[in-house]
Every structure is written in structure tokens, then in C-alpha cells.
């Protein structure tokens, strides 16, 4: 064989092993930022579509999002909903059913306030992971025991916990939107 010809099958050979090397070191990088903005949401994620379908998903609710007008809440709407919320949680004493209720509405329309928009609620849940993803599963949790409730299967301290989930959530959303994620909420669950 030709000695040029050897040379460049070797160069080919190597161009194509640092393509590679740089896709799968991309490919790392990506899926990296997105365990650490998402945390828990991507660990869901993985469990629910694999690895490689996670990290695809997640961009795909990161670029929905996007185009979505996401706005912080005035200052007056702000104290609206915090004294909204005092009333739906010193509802709870004498009727946690209700209350457990209204905190799921009022969670609604602050986000509706915020600017998502209302669709199903998994569609909300994907939604709020992206700028929220630190309380969505506290979002899922309080849902769940909703739905739950609704069958008569909660018992007063799973609606508690609705509570307590809802208002994790609630305090998010009510802080004003940020250029970058914010990764230092708390989680309740």
C-alpha cells in the first residue's frame, strides 16, 4: 500500500476517533447540566425513559417553555396571594378537605398569574420542572394525594402533607422569575 495512502487512512481514522470523543464528552457535558438543573426531576425522568430519551425530553420541556411569557408577580399581586394563602390555610383546622382543595386552585392560579399555561396537570408538572424542578415532585405528591382524596382513600395527615406540599410549591412560584435557574430551593419531600 501507498505510504500517503496509509497516512491518510491513519488521519481519517484519527479526525473520526476525536469526533467521537468529542460527541460523547458533549453528549456528558449535557447530560451533566441537566442532572444538576433538573436534580430529582432527572432522576424521574431516567426512571421513567432512560437515560439517553431523559436528556431529550428535558430539553424538549426546557425549549416549550421558552416561548412561554413567564413573568414575576407585582408586588400587590404577591400580597393578594400570600393573604390568600394565610386563609386557605387557617381554613384547615375545620375543614381539610376544603382547605386541601383551595390550595390546589390557588397553586393554579398563581401559576396562571405567572404566565403558564393551564393544560392537564401532567403537562403543568412537565412545565413547572423546568424553572421549579426542586419542588415539582412535591407538586406530583400533594396531586396525588388530592386524587386520592377524592376517592376517600387520604387520611387528615395525608392532607396535611397535601398542605405542606402545596405550599413548597406556592413559595416558588411566588418569587420573581430568573435569567438562569435558581438551584438552591429546599425540598419538602
Do not use: C
Not at 43 to 59: F, H, K, P, S
Not at 161 to 181: G, H, K, V, W
Amino acid at each position: 500500500m501507498d505510504p500517503r495512502m496509509e497516512t491518510a487512512i491513519v488521519i481519517g481514522v484519527a479526525v473520526i476517533a476525536v469526533l467521537i470523543i468529542a460527541w460523547l464528552l458533549m453528549r456528558k457535558q449535557r447530560t451533566t447540566k441537566l442532572r444538576h438543573h433538573f436534580g430529582p426531576e432527572y432522576d424521574r425522568a431516567v426512571q421513567e425513559v432512560g437515560t439517553a430519551r431523559a436528556d431529550a425530553m428535558l430539553l424538549e420541556r426546557e425549549k416549550r417553555v421558552e416561548k412561554f411569557s413567564i413573568r414575576g408577580l407585582a408586588p400587590d399581586e404577591r400580597e393578594r396571594f400570600i393573604t390568600d394563602w394565610r386563609a386557605v390555610q387557617s381554613r384547615f383546622v375545620d375543614d381539610p378537605e376544603g382547605a386541601v382543595s383551595a390550595a390546589d386552585l390557588l397553586v393554579d392560579k398563581v401559576m396562571q398569574a405567572r404566565g403558564y399555561p393551564m393544560s392537564d396537570f401532567e403537562q403543568r408538572a412537565a412545565d413547572i420542572s423546568v424553572g421549579h424542578p426542586h419542588v415539582v415532585a412535591n407538586y406530583r405528591a400533594a396531586h396525588q394525594i388530592a386524587l386520592r382524596h377524592r376517592e376517600r382513600q387520604a387520611t387528615t395527615e395525608d392532607l396535611r402533607q397535601a398542605m405542606i406540599y402545596y405550599r413548597s410549591l406556592f413559595d416558588d412560584l411566588l418569587e420573581a422569575p430568573t435569567a438562569t435557574p435558581v438551584t438552591h430551593k429546599r425540598e419538602v419531600a
